[in-house]
């Protein structure tokens, strides 16, 4: 039978450290329940430094649930553009139509009401709960599981559903309860000194800042020198490589997007149009041939690669000037819709993976 570690012996001294050693975040500055959720689902899979540009960017032009609701897709998806894990950004409008006719347009302090709003799981809710209201309700993300399993020294998996579920109990019944009459709040606090430890003293890749750790001397981990196998998490399967070519075309000045299908990856961006395979010159001219493009300039732009979570797209770019085409023929265009540089740049959002042939138009 495991041990189970005592987790409430590190609350008074993770809270002395945050307090002294937190970073200046913007949405720390005014933790309105708003601005908890948006910058908390900004902040999955992607870094504090670039979460915060958006952030500002993102409540400048949506600054309350009401204008989230009734945002126009097409520019949620430019404000969300670059940040990936699309999902995310069409789950907030989801969320905050609902909250707009349920909850007359403000996020609820209830962790179950919480939970049950799209693209919000335990981890949100939580961080919502504690970070907004006060609530002591843990928030445990993969920062959190890798400072706890270290403390424990366990070498419980992280990837299990029933490992986070039994991390979130324990830490539940330790959490610290605020005060009557005090401002400071101490289970948003609590969640928030766990998280950061994690993100930089107790890191994910590369070796722990122990020497920086106000938890070392009950650290079984550190205790034991086995911090480097915690915590423990399965090899992740290879990813499926996808080749592609990507075409920019340009036409009388304008270029060549279309949207990709309203299911699967990237669903209903815009994009460069693109083939599977990665085409030679060659084998370009012949396709060009087969849409009736009589007449153009080629520029060949480069590889680039762009990896998602299951799957790594090659790229090969080629930027096609059209010069004379017979409109009947070209199939393969037809679902094109043709905009300005400028239009391109201001109004459309392009997936990151076709970053690198944007710039180089």
């Known amino acids: 039978m495991k041990m189970k570690y005592d987790y409430s012996i590190i609350v ?16 720390r500055r005014n933790p309105l329940p ?23 960017r993102f409540l400048a032009e949506l ?54 709003l799209p ?34 020294g ?18 539940k019944k330790i959490m610290p309860q605020n005060e009557t009459g005090s401002t400071y709040n101490k289970a948003g606090a609590f969640n928030q000194a766990l998280m950061e430890l994690g ?34 998490k399965p090899s992740k399967k290879a990813r499926k490589i996808e080749k592609k070519t990507v075409f920019v075309f340009e036409w009388n000045g304008r270029y060549g997007i279309h949207k990709r299908a309203k299911k699967g990856l990237l669903a209903n961006l815009w994009e460069f149009p693109n083939v599977e395979e990665m085409y030679s010159i060659s084998k370009v001219e012949r396709f060009l041939e087969k849409q009736g493009i009589l007449e153009y300039e080629m520029e060949l732009l ?18 096609i000037k ?8 070209a199939i393969f265009m037809e679902d094109l819709v043709w905009v300005t540089e400028k239009e391109l740049f201001e109004n459309y959002a392009l997936p990151t993976a076709f970053g690198a042939f944007k710039q180089k138009i």
């Open 154 to 171: 366990s070498y419980d998996d992280i990837t299990k559903a029933s490992v986070k579920k039994e991390l979130e109990e324990e830490l």
């Open 63 to 116: 600054p309350t649930i009401e204008s989230l609701a009734t945002v126009e897709d097409d520019k949620l998806m430019k404000l969300w553009e670059g940040l990936g894990y699309y999902n995310r950004a069409r789950n907030l409008k989801k969320a905050a139509v609902q909250i707009m006719e349920q909850y007359n347009g403000e996020l609820p302090k209830d962790y179950k009401e919480l939970i049950s």
């Open 322 to 329: 059209i010069k004379e085409i017979k409109k009947e023929q």
């Open 119 to 152: 693209g919000i799981g335990s981890y949100t809710a939580g961080a919502i709960a504690s970070q907004a209201y006060g609530i002591a309700e843990p928030a445990v993300d993969g920062n959190v599981l890798r400072v706890t399993k270290r403390l424990a």
């Open 34 to 56: 708003y601005y908890v959720w948006i910058s908390e689902i900004m902040l999955q899979q992607t870094r504090v430094e670039a979460v915060k540009e958006y952030f500002k």
């Open 199 to 232: 993100a930089i003293v107790c890191i994910p890749n590369g070796k722990p800042l122990c020497e920086k750790c106000p938890l070392q001397k009950k650290c079984i981990a550190y205790e034991k020198n086995i911090i480097m196998e915690l915590p423990v």
């Open 302 to 319: 480069g590889e680039a690669k762009h990896t998602f979570s299951h799957v790594e797209w090659h790229m090969l770019g080629y930027k």
């Open 12 to 27: 008074d001294e993770i809270l002395l450290w945050f307090e002294k050693e937190k970073r200046d975040l913007p949405w």
